[in-house]
């Protein structure tokens, strides 16, 4: 090695331990309330230079979508799978090095010797590490590097930090990472030029395996430098602390099942064509992601549940079933998604159903009619299939149609899956569960929302397929559905910040247009649905028609309720429902109600919670059919 490369990485770092001493004694900047479980979460490390991380942030996300997203399209054409496998091998094996030493220093010998044998094997067997044979034959590679082991030694992790190119990080994690650079065989066997060329194909290679995921987490996240900090704090703490998920059997709500609800084929993201088209009125364009089959037999438009992006692992899942069986799918985002609401020609906040579907039925007839111009798929016919509350939206655009007020749409068929029947009960009860962490003892409760999050955490990342965990995971049911609540409410919040900013209402501290968002998102987090209702939905209504019965909060409420539904469903054959007996949303006279209104239109099925057997293929089988 020469000994101007190694001064300047040792000046390098350096300067990277003074910015970590700097760091760990810098100022929290908490938010002003974190509602009860959400600390993790809101807070799970000092961030007090937020305007510049996320500065970073958006950098690191238009250089991703901007120019490694396309390079990497290219890249990935040209080089097939087995040599791009075979490089991050190769790179993966040099770092033994890396590994080994900080088994050593974290004393973890047992983990020295695995590591010994898989470089032993990868290097012979596994031809010069270009295969990972070691892990075909279950010796698992030990994930350790000097920002574990600081945090072994109870080294602060200092502040967080978002690094360019890198992403997200911390003081002690940015030092470790430094110091890994010299514990690689390449760096003292290659120099110059060569060693540079290796690294730049190493870390290429390695973006373009993310490129596209990072693309959908961006896209489908109106703030997503708030879970990025989240996600890189839980992933880290489960690595520093070698946490593994208790063998124990838990008692899940079943609903959870929906995280199973995903392609077959890992490829099927790739397969889809997003466009996006400028409705009568509005300022920008509304964006849509479509799925053409060959042999089209119609189109299929899927509304997601509150919150869900079109770009969703769950949508996608649907997705492919639907084409498995020749039908070609539209997939717009929710009704309460930044992703729909601010591209629509009028500014409402989202929720009040029976006008939202006025603007849903302008969306579905523009977006249809360009995917069947642009994809050769003309004269097809469109059925709608939502689930939660997108299937709360189909149905009130079936009464739209009906009524011969939906701006010509014509819709074939209608499938409501799991749809809440009182939305205002419904709502209730997931603030309800949302709330389940202020029922615990408050000094054992941030301890307990941290177990919670790195079991969940450490299943996802121990599992090449997370569609084992909603069986697998060691969850109470009170626990998952604090998950479920928290989760509805993050999407909630979202549409706050969102609807907010375009149409400030001020009934906000923080100012919803501000760069910084970090103490917006605790605020936006501590309202419930009611109070969303109360001090965003109804005021506007009651402003924009003071002398009607829009302005009236209890026939807005009545209105959003599929009772005021009642003589346009038992009527109309188009309309089919599809009802879990145990869904947390649901109550029995709600089931009573809809099997005298729907008759045979309605399929009760005993198991499945919200949506949880979407899943299974007798069910999908059974949404097949319907659709016929």
Sequence with gaps: MKPARFFCNLFFLLTLSVLFLLCAGCVSTKPEVCPAGTELLLNPVDDPFEGCNRSVHVFNENLNRHLIRPVSQVYNFIIPELARDGIYNVGQNLFYPLRAVNCLLQQKYDGIWLETKRFGINSTVGILGIRDQASRWNIPMQREDFGQTMAYYQIQDGCFLNLPFLGPSNGRDAVGMLLGIPCSIHFWLLQGDASWA????????????????????????????????????????????????????????????????????????????????????????????????????????????????????????????????????????????????????????????????????????????????????????????????????????????????????????????????????????????????????????????????LKFAASLMDRSEAAQVSGSLPISLEESRFLIGLNMRLNLAEAILASQKQNNQGFMKNDPGAFKKNALWAEALSLSFTDYMNKSVIPYYQDQFPESKHSNPSWLAEQSKLFALEKSLAKNPKVWVFQNKNDFLIREKHLDWLRKTLADRVRLFPQGGHLGNLWHPDYQQLILKTLE
């Excluded at 839980?234 to 998920?245: F, G, P, S, T, W």
């Excluded at 099942?257 to 392609?263: E, I, M, S």
């Design 198 to 453: 290796f690294s730049g194909i190493q870390g290429f290679n390695q973006a373009a395996a993310h490129a596209e995921p990072l693309n959908r987490f961006f896209s489908s996240n109106y703030d997503s430098y708030l879970l990025s900090k989240a996600f890189y704090s839980l992933h880290r703490e489960v690595l520093n602390q070698d946490y593994q998920v208790p063998d124990t059997s838990g008692d899940p709500d079943q609903s959870l099942g929906y995280l199973l609800l995903r392609p077959n084929d890992k490829d099927f993201f790739l397969k889809a064509k997003h466009r996006s088209i400028l409705l009568p009125g509005s300022q920008s364009k509304m964006p849509y992601t479509c799925w053409p089959a060959e042999n089209s037999r119609g189109i299929i438009v899927i509304l997601p549940g509150l919150g869900g992006h079109r770009l969703s692992t769950g949508v996608a899942g649907l997705a492919e079933l639907l084409n498995s069986a020749n039908w070609s799918v539209l997939a717009l985002s929710s009704s309460m998604n930044p992703d729909y609401f601010l591209n629509l020609p009028v500014s409402a906040p989202p929720g009040f159903f029976a006008e939202d579907v006025k603007q849903l039925a302008l969306v579905i007839r523009y977006t249809v009619e360009d995917m069947r111009q642009q994809y050769k798929l003309e004269g097809q016919n469109c059925s709608v299939l939502g689930f939660s509350l997108g299937a709360l939206n189909a149905l009130f655009l079936s009464r739209l149609e009906a009524e011969g007020k939906a701006d010509g749409l014509t819709i074939e068929r209608y499938l409501a899956i799991n749809p809440p029947v009182d939305v205002i009960e419904a709502l209730d009860r997931i603030d309800e569960y949302f709330a389940i962490p202020e029922t615990w003892p408050e000094n054992e409760r941030e301890q307990r929302c941290r177990e919670l999050f």
